[in-house]
């Protein structure tokens, strides 16, 4: 009995894949476990934060965030300001700044803990950023809602959340499109003038009408003295001019 040529075929194609048991029944390789969290590379995949992330490196921030996302469960969250935000400030503003200056405006940026998308109508202002003191003159960050917009003002600047780069629980990523500006850097307020020497004054009045005060019974001793003596001169004078006239 001649075969057809499918019918051989056919058989061919089954001989093959009784000859390779197993081959579909092995499960599909696990997706592999994702690694420390890093700032700076969430960024660049996202594009569009070159400066930001060159400051990140630059200052060492981007080393002290890596530290904190993977060696602890504290949160962060980052307000990353765009390169076309940098492009905007005042030319050689970065270049103005010193070493430690640079550091506080990045860190300005980093609130130490997470807030989800959700949970900016409940934040409690000022907030705490790691750049440090958040009192009026210092490092204040002040955030609220209207509807769908987050506004952040830092009483330099006022922009808002454009956009979220990445959550996951522990970080969060939103992108502003202005740098914000730290009042003790850009904004620096004088130091209060001394107050007026109001108890000093006092107190030497109060010392000078001690002075007048204790002169005063001075005086009057003096003149009781003075009274006395007069008193006895004129005594001494009496008893003698009796005495002559008694022997007389």
């Given at each position: 009995m001649e075969h057809s040529p499918f019918f051989l075929l056919l058989s061919t194609v089954l001989l093959l894949l009784t000859a390779t048991p197993g081959t579909h029944s092995q499960p599909a390789a696990a997706p592999a476990p994702p690694g420390p969290t890093n700032v700076t590379k969430i960024l660049e995949k996202a594009g569009q934060f070159t400066v930001f992330i060159r400051l990140l490196k630059s200052t060492g921030v981007a080393s002290q965030l890596y530290g904190q996302l993977n060696n602890s469960d504290n949160g962060i969250t980052i307000f990353a300001p765009s390169d076309s935000s940098f492009s905007s400030l005042k030319a050689g503003t970065l270049n103005?700044?010193?070493?430690?200056?640079?550091?506080?405006?990045?860190?300005?940026?980093v609130i130490p803990s997470y807030v989800s998308s959700s949970n900016f109508q409940t934040l409690?202002?000022?907030?705490?950023?790691?750049?440090?003191?958040?009192?009026?003159?210092?490092?204040?960050?002040?955030?609220?809602?209207?509807?769908?917009?987050?506004?952040?003002?830092?009483?330099?600047?006022?922009?808002?959340?454009?956009?979220?780069?990445?959550?996951?629980?522990?970080?969060?990523?939103?992108?502003?499109?202005?740098?914000?500006?730290?009042?003790?850097?850009?904004?620096?307020?004088?130091?209060?003038?001394?107050?007026?020497?109001t108890v000093a004054k006092s107190k030497k009045k109060k010392d000078d009408g001690d002075s007048t005060d204790d002169d005063s019974p001075a005086d009057a001793s003096f003149a009781l003295r003075e009274v006395g003596s007069v008193r006895n001169a004129v005594l001494v004078c009496v008893i003698s001019i009796s005495l002559a006239w008694f022997y007389l």
């Amino acid at each position: 009995m001649e075969h057809s040529p499918f019918f051989l075929l056919l058989s061919t194609v089954l001989l093959l894949l009784t000859a390779t048991p197993g081959t579909h029944s092995q499960p599909a390789a696990a997706p592999a476990p994702p690694g420390p969290t890093n700032v700076t590379k969430i960024l660049e995949k996202a594009g569009q934060f070159t400066v930001f992330i060159r400051l990140l490196k630059s200052t060492g921030v981007a080393s002290q965030l890596y530290g904190q996302l993977n060696n602890s469960d504290n949160g962060i969250t980052i307000f990353a300001p765009s390169d076309s935000s940098f492009s905007s400030l005042k030319a050689g503003t970065l270049n103005s700044l010193t070493d430690e200056q640079q550091v506080e405006l990045v860190q300005f940026h980093v609130i130490p803990s997470y807030v989800s998308s959700s949970n900016f109508q409940t934040l409690s202002n000022p907030l705490r950023t790691q750049a440090g003191d958040s009192a009026e003159g210092h490092f204040p960050l002040n955030i609220t809602t209207s509807g769908n917009t987050v506004n952040i003002t830092s009483g330099v600047t006022n922009t808002t959340v454009s956009g979220s780069v990445y959550s996951d629980g522990q970080l969060a990523v939103y992108q502003v499109d202005k740098v914000l500006l730290p009042q003790q850097v850009f904004d620096p307020r004088p130091p209060a003038p001394a107050p007026a020497p109001t108890v000093a004054k006092s107190k030497k009045k109060k010392d000078d009408g001690d002075s007048t005060d204790d002169d005063s019974p001075a005086d009057a001793s003096f003149a009781l003295r003075e009274v006395g003596s007069v008193r006895n001169a004129v005594l001494v004078c009496v008893i003698s001019i009796s005495l002559a006239w008694f022997y007389l």
